[in-house]
C-alpha cells in the first residue's frame, strides 16, 4: 500500500487572489486539510519571508519549497533542509552564455558563509553596463 499523499500548492496564481492576498476562506480550508492530516505545503518563487507573511496564520508543518525549487526550507525559520545550488563553475558557464545573448540574467544567490569554514561563499562578478555590475554569491 502506498504511503500518504503530499499535496504541493504554488502560491501566486493559485492560492492567492489576484492582488496577491491569502483569502480567509483559503487560510479555513487549508487549516482543515491539514488538520484532518493531509500532507500539505506550497512552493514559490517567493522567499520565504514573503510566503511567511502571506500565510500568517497557515498551520503548515512541513517544509516549503522556495525561490522556484532553489531550497525547501522551514517556513518559520527560514533555515533549508534541502538545497538545489549550482557549483560556481557551473553558475560561471551559465552566466556566460546568458550574458552573451545580450540578456540581463536574474539570479538568486545567498552570501552565507559555507557549514564548515567561517570563509564566504565564492563570488561571482558580473561584468558589463552598470545594469549587470555587482556581485552575488553561489555556493560551490
Known amino acids: 500500500m502506498a504511503g500518504p499523499a503530499l499535496y504541493i500548492c504554488d502560491l501566486d ?7 496577491a492576498t491569502l483569502s480567509a476562506f483559503a487560510r479555513e480550508g487549508l487549516n482543515e486539510l491539514i488538520d484532518a ?3 500539505l505545503t506550497v512552493a514559490s518563487a517567493r522567499g520565504t519571508a514573503g510566503m511567511r507573511v502571506l500565510l500568517d496564520g497557515v498551520r503548515l508543518q512541513l517544509p516549503v519549497i522556495e525561490l522556484n525549487g532553489a ?11 534541502a538545497s538545489n545550488v549550482l557549483f560556481a563553475e557551473d553558475a560561471c558557464a551559465a552566466l ?11 539570479v538568486s544567490g545567498t552570501a ?26 553561489i555556493l560551490g
Do not use: K, M, N
Open 13 to 19: 496564481g493559485t492560492l492567492l487572489r489576484s492582488d
Open 96 to 106: 556566460d552564455v546568458i550574458l552573451s545573448t545580450g540578456v540581463d540574467p536574474v
Open 37 to 39: 492530516g493531509i500532507c
Open 71 to 81: 531550497f525547501v526550507s522551514d517556513l518559520q525559520s527560514g533555515r533549508h533542509v
Open 112 to 137: 552565507a558563509a559555507t557549514e564548515s569554514t567561517s570563509e564566504p561563499a565564492p563570488t561571482i562578478r558580473l561584468a558589463g553596463t552598470s545594469r549587470r555590475s555587482g556581485s552575488i554569491a
